[in-house]
């Protein structure tokens, strides 16, 4: 059984839910010889591959909802969500990229696997290799180089992903190997390789749930088995796939973005936080009585966020729960019954 087992099947379910209706299958697209510089040609740069295993899926979910409001890109998702490279004969990635391409072009192929690699490689003779010996990091790298060599026939640019950080230790150290390798034998085979862990981890290179989001929002971004990702941890990898395709560059990208996502923490750290987190980790939020939609939008856009707080006080009706809320950080007690309401029985 896979390192994901049970979690991953939950993920990829609800991964499914997410995609985009177009990005669940790979759209056939006849192979065209299309001369540089013509409308086909560059309909073919904008077109997008994502393949990889439940990970690599919501990576490609993301990609395609940061890349829509790009519209220069056309994302297509194909993803296995117990596969990857350390046991072909359970899910051969080469063949199937073969097929793929057999009927399809494209201008950047994202590739993203490991996550289900950290088991025994078996040779041809049946042989099984332990995961952690240096036979094991060569014929690992063997597989990494033929699933190379297969992306190389499309002619497409190739953008390989390397695993994110996990939350158990030993796990961990795992990925941290196969991460090692992906990017010793793509870089060597001149493709480019996105470290995610830089932009994952805690600033001291732990693991972390939560960070900025696509949008620069600290919220929960890993899914509570310490492998998954929510919606918003899928359009922040998203976002930085496409900023390479735009044109990043993949090797520095993420400097320093560990240290700012500690600083947003340790900012967030202060506020008080009214709401919760729903199953898909984002946030839910109660709006205070005496404040409204239209005047939140009127007063507080385009202000920064003290500034926001302020406009918000101002408009609060005395004595109301906004105005407590909001100066004094009090929230009124919940209405018997309802289902934020935890007090106690009342005796008999």
Do not use: C
């Amino acid at each position: 059984m896979t390192r994901l087992g049970v979690p991953a099947m939950l993920a990829a379910a609800g991964l499914l839910l997410l995609l985009p209706p177009a990005a669940a299958q790979v759209q056939e697209t006849p192979v065209m010889g299309a001369p540089a510089g013509t409308e086909e040609a560059a309909q073919q740069a904008g077109r997008v591959l994502v393949l990889g295993d439940a990970l690599g899926g919501g990576l490609g979910a993301g990609l395609s909802r940061v890349a829509e409001a790009a519209g220069n890109y056309d994302v297509s998702v194909r993803f296995n969500e117990e596969s990857g490279l350390a046991r072909p004969e359970v899910y051969d990635w080469p063949a199937t990229v073969s097929k793929i391409l057999r009927s399809n072009s494209y201008g950047a192929i994202v590739v993203m696997l490991g996550a289900n690699d950290t088991q025994p490689i078996r040779r041809q003779d049946g042989e099984r290799i332990p995961v952690g010996t240096p036979e094991w990091a060569e014929a690992y790298g063997e597989r990494v180089d033929r699933m190379l060599a297969e992306l190389a026939t499309s002619g497409a640019r190739i953008i390989w992903v390397g695993p994110p950080p996990m939350r158990d230790p030993q796990y961990d150290a795992a990925i941290k190997e196969i991460a090692a390798i992906q990017r010793q034998r793509a870089e060597a085979k001149g493709a480019d390789f996105i470290d995610m862990r830089p932009v994952l981890a805690a600033p001291d290179g732990s693991y972390a749930e939560s960070g900025p989001d696509d949008t620069g929002t600290l919220t929960r971004l890993r899914g509570r088995d310490g492998i998954s990702f929510y919606k918003a941890g899928n359009n922040r990898m998203g976002q930085i796939v496409l900023s390479v395709l735009e044109g990043g560059e993949a090797g520095t990208l993420q400097a320093g973005a560990g240290e700012a996502a500690g600083a947003a923490e340790d900012q967030a750290s202060q506020v008080p936080i009214f709401g919760q987190l729903l199953m898909n980790g984002e946030a839910y939020a109660v709006q205070p009585e005496g404040v409204t939609a239209n005047a939140v939008m009127l007063a507080a856009a385009g202000l920064e966020g003290e500034a926001a707080l302020k406009a918000l006080r101002d408009l609060a009706p005395q004595g109301s729960n906004a105005i407590n809320l909001f100066r004094y950080g009090h929230l009124p007690a919940a209405p018997a019954g309802r289902a934020d309401d935890f007090a106690a029985p009342a005796s008999p």
